[in-house]
């Protein structure tokens, strides 16, 4: 929508920005990695081992979740990404990726990595996530699959990306 804007800066904080006025109405310290969902409505954000959800209509952290998989060693920054629906969150981390319901913060599937997930963003029609890692850039279909608890998730079978042409290997 255009009405806010999120920084990062050097000192290690997220500032958000009302951009009609122009004055700062959020400072998180600690925290990286921020992206906006689809409709604008909410923000993620990294801080630790953990990716936290802001509502932004009403100025409040909705929810923070804490990864599934133990990361061994020094904490990595997370990045997450919303579904262009806005109902799923996908995770990188570490140890995986982590996919879950973006307003009660379920988790729906793991697909663990031996290798840290750096980046993570959804197609424009939130079928496939695009997964960046030290390997390359694969592509992972998302299915929904149904089980006797409810609605789960399938991520994948990965296909890597070559790295010019970004053609399907």
Not at 37 to 49: C, I, K, N, P, V
Not at 139 to 159: C, H, K, N, Y
Request: glycine share 10%; aromatic share 8%.
């Amino acid at each position: 929508s255009g009405r806010w804007l999120a920084s990062w800066a050097w000192d290690g904080s997220s500032r958000l920005w009302d951009t009609f006025g122009g004055t700062q109405l959020l400072v998180m310290p600690g925290t990286v990695a921020l992206q906006f969902s689809e409709d604008g409505r909410r923000l993620s954000f990294a801080a630790g081992l953990q990716i936290g959800l802001w509502e932004l209509a009403l100025g409040d952290e909705s929810a923070r979740v804490q990864s599934v998989l133990p990361d061994s060693g020094r904490p990595y920054s997370y990045t997450a990404a919303f579904s262009p629906d806005g109902r799923l969150l996908a995770v990188a981390c570490k140890s995986g990726l982590h996919l879950r319901n973006a307003i009660t913060s379920e988790l729906l599937a793991i697909r663990t990595n031996n290798r840290p997930c750096m980046t993570v963003a959804f197609d424009p029609k939130g079928e496939t996530l695009l997964v960046g890692d030290e390997k390359g850039l694969w592509r992972l279909p998302v299915r929904p699959v149904a089980d006797r608890t409810g609605t789960q998730f399938q991520l994948g079978p990965p296909r890597l990306f070559e790295s010019v042409g970004q053609r399907p290997v």
